[in-house]
């Protein structure tokens, strides 16, 4: 390093250090983000709810699931739990909605609190949610003389004003309501389960349980849960870790986002005023010549001349294996047979082409060897296989 540049590195560091020193002496804003997560301490998350779990079902495990419900029910079978989802929006698909109503046709207890539901599932449920716009406040009661308060809960700052309507009165039964008796939540009976919905998530942050005092209407909510173990979802929420990005983190935070201005502001200042002493000439490099195609034929004529069939069919097989597992997100070593039409409605392809592969595959891997009529139709069906899927 010259000793000229040690003075623009000294001017960067000291525009660095009095940003820095000046963002750190700023109080933190508070963060208004709607997560409704169990590790966020802010208004709206719900930590305090959370960690009153063990209180509330004494002697019950809390398990915090993070994957879609096809996929948690595709390795767990369970009986006798409670699944709670509380989220701004219960976005299920088709196959993610059979699995919770699946769930709850088993014999565990189903509790969704959210402001939206996805509509294939409002459709199976029969039911149908209205806003009541342009209203800052609700008041909320049950119907249960036992949870039944003199004045009614009041949600402030957190409400939302959303509420059940057009609802399967033959099958739901209303336990609360909210302002001019619009239902707020509802029961389900679901085979040898049950099914509870509420249209008030907010009633479960941090806010409205510390800062409104409403912690006995969330209570009141769960309270009609029997005591048994919880499924915790993670997965239905709009700020899931998992696809928060490194920028996407600098740029929501304040002080990162202006070190990182200043960052970039300072690093093209330094190089408008070196650009010109440090250029030099660039020499001419030939690009390296692209010899894959070559690489690949050679390593085809290897793989003919030794006429190992079965080696080539179960690594293409492989490949298809680590294709469907990465965009799917499904383990084709743990498919059974039954679960085949699941595999085709999640990828889009045919079952008759699904289990034209497995089965095969399965062939394949008991034979010592295989003939080149073998190795074409099983490479056939996995073609097949690519040209279908969505």
């Known amino acids: ?13 000291l525009i660095l250090g009095v940003t820095a020193a000046y963002e750190a002496s700023k109080p933190k804003p508070i963060d208004w983000s709607f997560t409704l ?33 096809y996929e948690y029910r595709l390795y767990n079978q369970d009986v006798n739990k409670n699944f709670i989802y509380i989220c701004e929006t219960l976005d299920a698909d088709k196959l993610e909605t059979e699995n919770i109503l699946q769930a709850a046709q088993n014999g565990n207890t189903v509790f ?58 033959v099958n739901m039964e209303i336990q609360a309501h909210s302002k001019n008796n619009h239902p707020c939540f509802v029961r389900r009976p679901y085979g040898k389960g049950m099914i509870y919905l509420c249209s008030l998530p907010e009633a479960f942050t941090n806010y409205s349980m510390v800062a409104e005092k409403n912690y ?71 690009p390296f010549e692209n010899k894959s195609l070559q690489f690949i034929r050679t390593i085809g004529r290897l793989y003919y001349s030794s006429k190992n069939h079965k080696d080539i069919a179960l690594k293409k097989y492989n490949y298809l294996q680590h294709y469907v597992l990465s965009k799917y ?8 047979y039954e679960d085949y039409g699941i595999v085709a409605e999640k990828t889009g392809v045919d079952t008759d082409t699904v289990k034209k592969v497995l089965l095969n595959y399965v062939k394949i891997n ?25």
């Open 329 to 336: 997100s499904i383990h084709l070593s743990d498919v059974k």
């Open 112 to 169: 969704i609190a959210a402001h939206y539901f996805s509509a294939v599932f409002m459709d199976t449920l029969s039911f149908a949610l209205e806003y009541a716009y342009f209203d800052s406040t609700d008041r909320v009661n049950f119907y249960n003389p036992k949870l039944k308060q003199t004045h009614d809960y009041s949600l402030g700052k957190s409400a939302h004003n959303a509420y059940f309507y057009d609802i399967d009165t």
């Open 216 to 286: 006995g209407l969330a209570y009141g909510f769960l309270s009609y849960l029997p005591n048994q173990d919880i499924v915790w979802d993670e997965y239905y929420k709009p700020y899931r870790e998992s696809e928060k990005r490194m920028l996407e983190i600098v740029f929501t935070n304040k002080s990162f986002k202006a070190a990182y201005t200043m960052l970039i502001i300072t690093v093209l200042i330094f190089v408008l005023f070196t650009a010109k002493r440090r250029q030099r000439i660039i020499p001419v490099i030939k």
């Open 366 to 390: 008991k034979l010592d060897k295989i003939s080149p009529e073998e190795l074409n139709a099983f490479n056939n069906h996995i073609e097949d296989f690519y040209e279908t899927c969505k």
């Open 37 to 69: 997560e169990s590790e966020d301490k802010i208004p709206y998350g719900t930590y305090v709810l959370y960690e009153t779990l063990p209180d509330l079902f004494p002697g019950k495990t809390v398990r915090v699931n993070t994957n879609t419900t």
């Open 1 to 13: 390093m010259k000793r000229k540049d040690i003075k623009y590195i000294i001017f960067i560091l």
